[in-house]
């Protein structure tokens, strides 16, 4: 890992532990120091996450002194209350200090634009600027810290966080954020607004929350226009079948489905290629044909080797349409049907690839289709009446990567009309599975 990716990783980390080594408390009153025009804010309710963390039985690297100082309560914070925000880009931490000397005693101090910034003594690279007994650190130069406290310790009363209704949304859950998603996307405002008929897309806003449980972590985003209104439910963007799921096999440990309105289909038929090619004519073909819904499993066995793992993709088919397209594959591809009444493309991306009809879908696999399918598993339920769906076998991604959690456990995102869901389940853990992340964390 670089250094610069390290030591992002750590302050993450650091900032974490300062907030669950906490006490329960209101952080209403540190969204006076939030600008209105924050592109994130996020708040934490500590009492729960100190019970759920077992933070202080943590066993801490021995050189890991700056880690231990904030377990210990050494540099005099006030952990009750926390707020991260983002200013110019940088994110940034803010509470309130309880004990300033002991404070002093950890750090040295310079004057910077009138505002008093501290250093670690024993740690050069933790800054916190300090104004009126609050304290702001983060990933940031001395001098982006006192810049940071001069322009929120001088806003308008209207120009804080705290003075608008997103304040209202930051409590309730174990972590409430919130994201000027609208920022982001302005520079696809256009197509976005094209495409799902949601106009003003540029003030779209989200709001969220985690929960942590022993063995779960679960999360939810809504998304908003400029006046409040949810931008899914307004977009109707529809529900996938199900069906499809009938030919994914159980064993793929990621499985996708999504629905594409038909609409947006047919504006990506006039993207298609146009030329006489036999290319384009298959693409023109299929997008014509097409009812809206994807489905694709993936059993990863080999990263350095994408031609070696198993996959299958399902489409639905518009109705009265699979005779055209068996004559395309047919009469255009040159293609034969097999013993089993499938096509085979031989070679295609370095392996075998067999496309067939089944009912209302056109699939196109490299294994034989399932005796046992994803569509009977548990898992399956979660993409009941969802736009889009993302199961994922996390065991088998920490076999390739050493930097992914190993844990024996799935996770699911879910997107319907209401709102975007996520949620991780570990079958084991160590305990509890926030304990387990920040102990992997700490130790990077």
Do not use: W
């Amino acid at each position: 890992m670089n250094n610069r990716l390290l030591a992002s990783a750590k302050c993450a980390v650091l900032a974490l532990l300062v907030v669950l080594v906490a006490s329960c408390s209101k952080t209403s009153e540190l969204l006076n120091y939030v600008p209105a025009d924050t592109k994130f804010a996020a708040t934490v309710s500590l009492g729960d996450l100190i019970k759920k963390s077992n933070i202080k039985d943590l066993n801490l690297p021995d050189n890991d002194e700056q880690s231990k100082k904030f377990v210990n309560g050494d540099y005099g914070l006030a952990y009750d209350k926390a707020v991260s925000f983002e200013y110019k880009d940088r994110i940034f931490l803010v509470l309130e200090i309880d004990d300033m000397d002991k404070f002093e005693k950890q750090m040295t101090v310079e004057t910077i634009d009138n505002v008093n910034v501290y250093t670690d003594k024993d740690n050069a690279g933790f800054n916190v600027a300090v104004v009126d007994g609050i304290a702001f650190t983060g990933d940031a130069s001395k001098n982006k810290m006192a810049e940071c406290v001069n322009f929120v310790n001088n806003l308008a009363d209207e120009a804080r966080l705290s003075s608008t209704d997103i304040a209202d949304k930051l409590s309730g859950h174990d972590i409430d954020f919130y994201v000027n998603i609208g920022d982001a996307l302005a520079y696809y405002a256009s197509q976005l607004e094209q495409i799902i008929g949601i106009s003003n897309i540029d003030k779209a806003k989200s709001f969220g929350y985690l929960d942590f449980d022993k063995n779960e972590i679960k999360g939810v985003m809504t998304f908003v226009d400029a006046d409040g209104n949810n931008i899914l439910k307004t977009a109707d963007l529809g529900d996938f079948d199900t069906d499809m799921l009938n030919l994914i096999d159980a064993n793929m440990n990621s499985i996708f489905a999504l629905k594409i309105k038909n609409d947006i289909l047919k504006k990506a038929a006039l993207l298609a290629p146009t030329n006489n090619g036999m290319m384009a004519l298959v693409s023109q073909m299929i997008l014509a044909n097409l009812e809206g819904d994807i489905a694709i499993g993936v059993k990863t066995k080999d990263i350095q080797d994408v031609y070696n793992n198993s996959a299958t993709a399902v489409v639905k088919l518009k109705e009265g349409s699979k005779d055209s397209l068996r004559q395309l594959i047919e009469n255009q591809l040159n293609l034969k049907q097999d013993a089993t009444g499938q096509y085979s493309l031989k070679g295609l991306l370095g392996k075998d690839i067999n496309v067939g009809f089944k009912d209302d879908y056109l699939y196109m696999t490299n294994v034989p289709l399932p005796a046992n399918t994803f569509a009977k598993a548990d898992a399956a339920n979660a993409f009941d009446d969802k736009t889009f769906a993302l199961f994922t076998d996390i065991s088998a991604l920490s076999e390739f990567n050493p930097i992914i959690p190993k844990i024996d456990g799935t996770s699911t995102i879910t997107l319907d009309d209401k709102q975007l869901s996520f949620e991780l389940h570990a079958n084991h853990n160590e305990g509890n599975i926030l304990a387990y992340f920040l102990k992997t964390a700490i130790n990077l």
